[in-house]
């Protein structure tokens, strides 16, 4: 079935470790997103990338870092220079580069810092 | 930064009733978007209006939007408690189109 898979779904952090979180879609899109959303509020965007070997950062940027070698996958690093990386991180697929339309989402990935 | 502010906060009706829902952003946009977000899940898309549109329809879903005002309304008709969950509207902003800014969400909650 076609769609975007992340992982892992939970992952524990100790203070001071950097974690990448995965993102994969087989739906051929051209662009991909990495947002944050704690709880109660709404997403904000950390990176995201319109065409392979290129991305930009969001409104919350600091802290992390992505790459996109290949088109399908689109990993977030959480660097231990983000203070407050404990949050619920969502990835999401659009069709082509400069389309305003529809996301699709994956499942999420639910970080907590111990 | 979130563009869009949702209201309520909260919102709980029974089974059978009309939920509505409403958004309000800052900036000019080129479409706006109504997701659905289920306790622990991933977003799912609900329905698109874009700027030189004013009502849409998408089975029990009415999206309003007045651009002169920047809001718009998201109507639920005859809910069911599987339409539990939490619904954010998110804009595709003119000139930073390619990305979305999401609203704080209303998490709405229907009870038999």
């Not at chain 1, 879609?25 to 662009?31: C, E, I, M, S, T």
């Not at chain 1, 704690?38 to 969001?58: A, E, H, M, T």
């Not at chain 2, 946009?29 to 977003?43: A, F, K, M, P, T």
């Not at chain 2, 849409?56 to 069911?80: E, P, W």
């Amino acid at each position: 079935d076609g769609g975007i898979t992340q992982s892992p779904k939970y992952l524990f952090r100790k203070e001071g470790q950097n974690v990448t979180l995965s993102c994969e879609q087989n739906l051929n899109h051209d662009a991909m997103y990495w947002y944050r959303q704690d709880p109660g509020q709404g997403l904000r965007l950390i990176y995201y990338s319109q065409i392979v070997n290129d991305f930009q950062k969001g409104d919350i940027a600091e802290g992390y870092s992505v790459s996109r070698e290949k088109k399908e996958s689109f990993p977030l690093t959480v660097t231990s220079a983000q203070k407050n990386p404990t949050a619920f991180y969502l990835c999401a697929s659009r069709g082509t580069s400069g389309d305003t339309g529809e996301l699709f989402f994956g499942e999420g990935s639910r970080l907590t810092v111990l | 930064s979130q563009q869009g502010e949702e209201d309520p906060q909260a919102l709980s009706i029974q089974e059978g009733e009309n939920a509505t829902m409403n958004c309000s952003y800052k900036t000019s946009i080129n479409n706006l978007q109504w997701y659905r977000q289920n306790s622990g899940r991933g977003l799912v898309h609900l329905i698109l209006i874009r700027s030189n549109e004013r009502e849409k329809h998408s089975g029990r879903l009415r999206v309003t939007l007045d651009t002169s005002k920047k809001s718009s309304s998201l109507l639920i008709t005859a809910s069911r408690a599987a339409d539990t969950a939490s619904y954010f509207c998110a804009t595709a902003n003119t000139g930073t189109a390619s990305k979305l800014t999401f609203g704080t969400g209303t998490r709405l909650q229907v009870t038999l």
